[in-house]
């Protein structure tokens, strides 16, 4: 089993910025990637940022330029430039263990006004 926990999230203003959190514990051997994805109201979840462990990244075209993924053992980070209303959602990590079992944290709530 692996625990998340996200924290950053918040209300920014338009242009602002937020750093994203989400903390792992317990069976994180093997972990195989990391990433972080969002969901709006009446919306499905949509991949945001994704990093494996080789530090291979890949970016939703909507955040690109803006948003920074980044690692280290136990820990993933979101870094948010720039942010629009638009960005606004839950915002969801995920962690992969060997490829084949995803764990999914409860949620951050990013909020960013116009």
């Known amino acids: 089993q692996v625990q998340l926990v996200e924290s950053g999230g918040g209300l920014v203003q338009a242009g602002g910025t937020l750093r994203l959190s989400c903390a792992a514990s317990g069976y994180t051997f093997r972990t195989s990637a990391m990433g972080w994805y969002r969901q709006a109201p009446g919306k499905q979840r949509d991949m945001v940022a994704r990093i494996t462990s080789d530090d291979s990244t890949d970016y939703a075209d909507s955040v690109k330029g803006r948003f920074t993924i980044s690692r280290d053992k136990y820990t993933v980070y979101l870094q948010m430039n720039s942010l629009k209303p638009e960005d606004t959602a839950v915002y969801y990590c995920?962690?992969?263990?060997?490829?084949?079992?995803?764990?999914w944290g409860r949620g951050t709530q990013v909020t960013v006004s116009s």
């Open positions: 995920r962690w992969t263990i060997a490829s084949v079992v995803d764990y």
